[in-house]
């Protein structure tokens, strides 16, 4: 299957966002406006609209949720995606403004991690992955480069950073300790990677002025 896009009502940045005919394109609440803006239709509309400009559009299927409810409209919204068999995702509208969104949705990329999925959150100056029991390659990108590694949840246990000023071999990372945080890419010419045997890391990748989109893979 292709990528499921989920696009939330915070700051939106159109890099890389380039859906084809075999994606999907869920609309978390106001990340309607955000598409409407590009003329772009969503094949679906999920939320409880406390952020949506107006009325419901016509013409898609809409998803209705109560404003009192265990997840975030972005949350609701990804967990959909997953049920329809979509296994890689890329959250827009994700990375800016209230910080407890955020955090919210860096969680739900550790979640998609470690249930086996792919996912990027694309923000306009950083993209936010996470990796779980397995392999990280960054896109190249130029020497200096910033590139932050955390530990989520329990201790993460054999991180192998390459391709970085300061590389690890086996290490272990812990989530109250932000050792990994500001490293930098090497080379230009060398995709920098970040592995890890047991356990989940957010990686979060600055990116330069005139950098392309970059391309993960797991």
Avoid at 30 to 35: E, M, R, S, T, V
Avoid at 55 to 81: C, F, M, N, S, Y
Avoid at 166 to 191: C, I, K
Wanted: charged share 15%.
């Amino acid at each position: 299957m292709g990528t499921c896009y989920v696009v939330g009502a915070g700051e939106f940045t159109a890099r890389g966002f380039e859906p084809g005919p075999e994606d999907f394109v869920i609309a978390a609440d106001g990340g309607w406006n955000a598409l409407a803006s590009l003329g772009v239709n969503p094949q679906l509309l999920v939320g409880d609209f406390d952020s949506l400009m107006g009325a419901p559009p016509t013409g898609i299927a809409v998803e209705r949720l109560p404003v009192e409810k265990d997840d975030t409209d972005t949350g609701a919204a990804l967990k959909r995606g997953w049920r329809l068999g979509y296994r890689a995702f890329a959250l827009y509208g994700c990375g800016g403004g209230r910080v407890d969104h955020l955090l919210a949705n860096l969680q739900c990329l550790a979640r998609l991690s470690a249930l086996g999925a792919t996912a990027r959150l694309a923000a306009r100056d950083y993209d936010a992955y996470a990796v779980t029991d397995g392999t990280l390659r960054l896109p190249l990108c130029p020497a200096g480069t910033v590139v932050s590694v955390f530990c989520h949840g329990a201790p993460a246990r054999g991180v192998t950073l390459t391709g970085l000023r300061y590389p690890l071999s086996g290490a272990t990372l812990t989530p109250d300790h932000p050792l990994g945080v500001s490293n930098e890419v090497l080379s230009s010419r060398e995709a920098a990677t970040v592995r890890v045997e047991h356990g989940t890391l957010l990686v979060v990748h600055q990116i330069p002025p005139c950098n392309p989109p970059p391309d993960a893979v797991r």
